[in-house]
């Protein structure tokens, strides 16, 4: 990914230098890849167990339609109270996104759902309770001071940027050095080996959800952050779009395996690909060609790699068994 990466930025620098390399348009991609990338790594977890989060898309539209509503309800009638509630308002809608990632837990790993029907059931009914609440209409008032973190830079790098790279980080440590991490990685591997070793599946499972749920929630604040409005209907797009990443980030559909730096590296490369057909002036539906030739190219260059490694070791003489020693009597 990162080879593509650099070659993705490279073209489109050559085909365009004077408008892929303003200071505004990298600006622009490094302030649109973070609601893209958390929802990628959230489904990253899902995917690293076996499973799938189809709902996460929905449950980011319902943390921020949620948000939106509570503080707007308050500024109507004193502004000075809803900005000192603001964290309890943010912290009311995290809580909200971890019951729904609870509820997908509960329905795949104590209720026996497979995944991608529990998370598709729980994606109709958010975003059905969405359009109700919302009545089909977008929502003003988001938290202003949202939109000014939002456009804030730290040594040019946008904070939303840093904080995508924040939550990466934490999620990495997560995967890769506490006991959890293991429990996710060996379900998703092997479950059956898993339950004989002691994993309780059903706590794993929770907690995976659980916690893709609060990406999810975290992408719902920074959907509000970017552009200070909710909707029902906002990233229904997204949903095909994350796998695409997760996958591409080197995460096996099958579960076991996933690289978090990946998934980054992924996020990044499908926003540069956006950004150059932008300012190539090529419609949307070609940029969704484009992901389909990159994520075929990517799954092809894996599977040649996996059967010459397979050929290698097929190739290799077996190693002679150690000779049996007698004892005398």
Known sequence: MLVLLVAAFAFFTLLRPSIFLNPLNLE???????????????????????????????????????????YAGLAAGNPGQANSLLPLILLLGLALAAVAGWFNGFLIG???ITPILATLATMQILNGIAVVWTGGQTLYGAPESLSVIAKTTIAG????????????VVVAVLVNVTPLGL????????????????????????????????????????FIARNPTASADYGSSYVLLVIVIAVLGGTNPAGGFATVAGVVLATLTLQVVSSGFNALRLSAYEYSIAQGVILIAVMVADQMRFRARRRKRDLQPPVPAAPETQGKS
């Open 157 to 168: 790098v946008p904070v939303l940027f840093l904080f995508f790279l924040l939550i990466a």
């Open 110 to 112: 104590v209720i026996g």
């Open 183 to 222: 429990k996710l990685q060996l379900q998703g591997a092997n479950p059956v080996a898993a339950r004989y070793s002691g994993i309780g599946s059903r706590g794993v499972l929770t907690s995976t959800y659980v916690t893709s749920g609060l990406l999810g929630g975290l992408a719902g604040i920074v």
């Open 28 to 70: 622009n991609i490094a302030v649109s890849a973070p609601e893209i990338g958390i929802l990628a790594i959230a489904m990253m977890l899902a995917m690293l167990t076996g499973g799938i989060d189809l709902s996460v898309v929905a449950i980011a539209n319902f943390t921020a339609i949620t948000i939106t509503t509570l």
